[in-house]
């Protein structure tokens, strides 16, 4: 890559931020010679920092978390409305649906409500004032009460008017009625009220939740759009003959939205631990049929990023697929499919999990011309309880019956007698956050660095974490003062890409870390690389970059344990271990110029109480055996690629 | 053994399916032929525009006839699940219906929109919702501890001289870190996201105009230079209009919420057994 075209890489996030265009191509590191030559600017400036427009922060949220507004979170006694779900992301108190005040420590930056499309069910607009309405005398004279301030009386006189059967024929919100005000629009207006450019950013989504024989399939879909567009639409569901649970047909949903309206769609799939083997598919569950061209063009098209962690388990990888990976085996949800109805088998695994789906995905790319599954990382909560609170101190469960409280350390959660299949509520995953590199605070700056991968997952800690790969970073860039700005002008950012190799050259990167200012040191650094070899196999290595302390590697290149300073008892970990921050330089040692690669950055804290652990001190309650009680929180950028 | 068998939850279910069959036998007996489903003009214009805002498109004839026949299919379920009960006790539905009341008392808050009178009372009311906390805006340069064992305090004071000197040093001095060279103008809570509570607590006292420090955070020591401290204040409603009417139409809905439901609870005799002296179910 030429350094022209790496300063337009630098200057593009500048056009982005000003104009706040839809960035038209994902991939980070290339912009056309015409765009370049209009911003680029010949004389560097003196100052380092005028000018500048490159993302300096991460900015912390929630792309999935679900309301009372969703059917199976009202059935498990969710109150909150999507308002109180904003109210409490934005770092205000709420009280809870059991009962109980919650608070986060510190506000999220973004939230996206994605209540599950299904079932959004379709309520009157009585108090709109339309002209159907109003043409029937009786309405109108309540209209006219509302008008005057009296609304509370002719609330009243509706709702008797309704239990009684006197109603208006307008005013009878059979399915006949013509004047609907729907949940989904009530849920756009939520966001429009709580979305505050600059400052949080709340999101128009949803989820659409295929769910066929208990795989999961689900997608969570994020507008980039205000009100004005989404409320065009309805939100796509996955029952005939209106939806459909096939995932090709959402994408068509998609682009039927953004054909007409102009808007900007992406969806993010979740829990390719519960699908049995269809999430990250090579045959189409749907057809029998190994995938083709268009179905990898669209998946590639609508899907930049994926949810690799959340309540229901993380989905980085697997100990039976990466068994040279000491950290693999981390909150693991391997049972089967997603209501428990079908045990996992062991083949089923590499079509769930995250790393062996890029690694595919190289395979696929190699057949087909496009890799569908270049996806970028996030992680979020799924929370069904209005409560974005994930921090291990602060866990507020994936449902309310698994709000904090004395039972949730013993209690079930899943059991299906079927197939025998038990799931306890200490199994529920504290996780996680998705962290964006966005210039600025608002729909638009985080979509698009969303759609340009720009991101990535943490198991709930609020790390900052910097991957930067190119031809050209040495050892001194590490001692650089900025690591951000040399990272942007020598190379490209998370989720972007390497073309083919300069003679001669090895892919460096400039890898960075900084613990969460008030969570836990950082253990280590490291690099996975998954690459295809000649013969069409895939392969998968990781790397010790940077870790803390003065450890030596052993003869297989691993770096030693940190060791832990928990003490479960008492719930409480010390600082003395670990480093606050990590910053290197790392060339890969192993490059073949020949073959496809991906690398990606995973970030360990040192072991820390695990929220089983908090609640056994604060309860009082003894765990039962087996339960984990510590934690070492994590955080996994999204890739760069390599492609020759 | 005869108590085994009637906790038998497959006994529960046999027991509850022979019912629900006689029961829908004595039912569709009387009305299976009775029932008419007539497809409105109005229900099909419905059904159109949902497709419509669904796929941006009209349906074809072939779509239409599909959704028609899916309606049909639904309405027949859903009034013999009706007729047999079905809905009682399910609470799904009962969540459902109680959510679609909550519904109906917010539509109707939000049909009554605040008086600009309303709002400046609210805002005179609630200062504290509304003040806007003190905010500094400051450079800082980083010194790594493990960098300058063993005294990086010395280390630290030892730059304060070529900082003040010259302006342009602090954009090369210090070690490398992610944390932000600048911060814009920020109140504690803010700084305290980034630098962790001492550093913000500190950082909020410091004079402005001069490089100072060393200041500790959980990170390591931090040279500061504070460029800008605004005092707090409680702006004026006209410069916060959309969030004052945010939280008082919050509170409004609550409010609202309340009275329909005390209204309501009105029309009925609430008799609770009473509890054991423990609190618990009396047995």
Same mark, same amino acid.
């Given at each position: ?40 600017? +010949? ?78 069910? *379709? ?115 996955? *029952? ?96 089967? /499919? ?21 690694? /595919? ?49 013993? +209690?079930?959660?899943?059991? /299906? ?6 799931? *306890? ?120 970059? +940077? ?23 008492? +719930?409480?970990?010390? /600082? ?69 | ?283």
């Amino acid at each position: 890559m030429s350094r022209a075209t790496l300063r337009a890489c630098l200057v593009s996030t500048a056009i982005i931020g000003i104009a706040g265009v839809a960035f038209a191509d994902d991939d980070v590191g290339t912009l056309t010679p015409e765009v370049a030559a209009r911003v680029y600017a +010949a004389k560097p400036n003196y100052s380092p920092y005028a000018g500048r427009n490159f993302p300096t922060r991460p900015f912390f949220g929630d792309t999935h978390l679900h309301t009372a507004a969703s059917f199976d979170a009202g059935a498990f006694g969710a109150r909150l409305t999507p308002r109180d779900a904003y109210r409490f992301a934005r770092g205000e108190e709420i009280m809870a649906s059991s009962g109980q005040p919650a608070k986060l420590s510190r506000p999220l930056d973004f939230l996206v409500v994605a209540d599950h499309s299904d079932n959004m069910g *379709m309520f009157p607009d009585l108090y709109a004032g339309k002209p159907e309405v109003i043409a029937d005398p009786q309405a109108r004279t309540w209209y006219d009460m509302i008008k005057s301030g009296k609304g509370g009386e002719a609330a009243l006189q509706i709702i008797m008017g309704f239990s009684s059967g006197t109603l208006p024929a307008s005013m009878i919100y059979g399915p006949d009625t013509r004047p609907y005000k729907n949940a989904w629009q009530d849920t756009v207006k939520a966001a429009e009220e709580y979305n505050d450019p600059g400052r949080f950013t709340a999101f128009i989504g949803y989820e659409w939740t295929s769910n066929t024989g208990g795989n999961n399939l689900h997608r969570n879909v994020i507008f980039r759009d205000n009100g004005d567009r989404a409320d065009q639409v309805v939100p796509y569901t996955t *029952m005939k003959p209106l939806g459909s649970d096939n995932p090709r047909d959402l994408w068509r949903w998609m682009q039927a939205y953004e054909d007409k309206t102009g808007g900007s769609v992406l969806a993010i799939a979740h829990n390719g631990n519960l699908s049995n083997g269809i999430m990250f598919p090579m045959i189409e569950s749907f057809t029998g049929k190994p995938l083709d061209k268009t179905y990898v063009d669209e998946r590639a098209r609508w899907e930049p990023l994926y949810e690799v962690t959340q309540t229901k388990g993380d989905g980085e990888t697997h100990p039976t697929l990466s068994p040279n990976d000491e950290f693999a085996n981390f909150e693991r949800w391997d049972f089967g /499919n997603l209501d428990a109805s079908v045990a996992k088998t062991p083949d089923m695994l590499q079509f769930e999990y995250a790393r062996s789906a890029l690694r /595919n995905g190289l395979k696929l790319e190699s057949e087909l011309g496009t890799n569908p599954y270049k996806f970028g990382m996030i992680g979020s909560t799924d929370a069904h309880t209005g409560l974005a609170a994930v921090e291990e101190d602060n866990f507020f469960g994936k449902t309310t019956p698994q709000e904090p409280s004395p039972e949730r350390l013993t +209690a079930t959660f899943v059991d /299906n007698p079927k197939t025998k299949i038990k799931v *306890m509520d200490w199994q529920v995953s504290a996780s996680g956050y998705a962290a964006v590199w966005a210039t600025d605070n608002t729909r638009e700056a985080l979509w698009d660095a969303m759609q340009r991968k720009e991101t990535y997952a943490t198991t709930g800690s609020r790390m900052t974490v910097r991957f930067f790969g190119g031809w050209d970073f040495d050892p001194a860039d590490a001692d650089n003062r900025n690591p951000g700005a040399i990272g942007y002008a020598k190379g490209v950012p998370m989720g972007g890409d390497l073309k083919a190799a300069p003679t001669g050259k090895v892919p460096t990167f400039l890898v960075a870390a900084l613990k969460d200012p008030i969570g836990a040191n950082l253990d280590r650094y490291q690099v996975v690389k998954g690459w295809l070899d000649e013969k069409g196999e895939t392969h998968e290595q990781i790397y010790d970059v +940077a870790w803390s302390g003065d450890r030596k590697p052993g003869s297989d290149r691993k770096v030693p344990s940190v060791g832990s300073t928990v003490d479960i008892e008492n +719930a409480t970990w010390k /600082n003395t271990i670990g480093a606050s921050e990590l910053i290197a330089v790392w060339k890969d040692p192993d490059f073949d110029p020949k073959q496809k690669a991906f690398y990606y950055g995973r970030v360990i804290e040192i072991p820390t109480p695990r929220w089983t652990a908090y609640d056994a001190k604060r309860y009082g309650v003894k765990p039962l055996p087996g339960t984990q009680m510590t934690v070492t929180e994590r955080a996994y950028t999204s890739p760069i690629w390599y492609t020759p | 053994m005869i108590k085994r068998v009637i906790r038998e939850p497959l006994v529960h279910f046999l027991l509850l399916a022979a019912l629900v069959f006689a029961a829908y036998g004595l039912v569709t007996g009387q009305q299976s032929a009775t029932g008419t489903i007539d497809v409105t003009q109005a229900k099909i214009e419905q059904l159109a525009g949902l497709f419509a805002k669904t796929w941006q498109r009209p349906p074809t004839a072939e779509e239409l006839k599909g959704l028609i026949d899916d309606y049909v299919k639904e309405e027949v379920y859903v009034r013999e699940a009706l007729r047999m009960g079905l809905d009682a006790n399910d609470a799904v539905i009962r969540k459902r219906l109680r959510l679609k009341m909550e519904f109906l008392n917010s539509a109707e808050a939000e049909a009554s929109p605040p008086t600009e009178a309303q709002l400046q009372a609210y805002l005179d009311s609630h200062p504290d919702t509304f003040r806007q906390a003190p905010r500094v805006s400051f450079e800082q340069v980083y010194i790594n501890p493990q960098k300058h064992e063993p005294d990086a305090s010395a280390a630290a004071k030892a730059l304060l001289g070529p900082l003040r000197k010259d302006a342009n040093y602090a954009a090369t001095a210090g070690d490398p870190t992610l944390l932000p060279a600048a911060m814009p103008l920020t109140d504690q809570r803010g700084i305290a996201e980034v630098f962790g509570d001492d550093f913000a607590a500190e950082v909020t006292n410091i004079v402005p105009g001069q490089w100072q420090g060393p200041i500790t955070s959980d990170i390591g020591l931090h040279l500061v230079k504070v460029n800008e401290r605004v005092p707090g204040s409680l702006p004026a409603l006209k410069d916060i209009r959309p969030a004052v009417e945010r939280e008082w139409m919050n509170d409004h809905r609550n409010v609202v919420e309340q009275q329909r439901f005390d209204d309501l609870l009105k029309r009925y005799k609430v008799i609770v057994e009473p509890l054991s002296a423990d609190g618990s179910p009396s047995k």
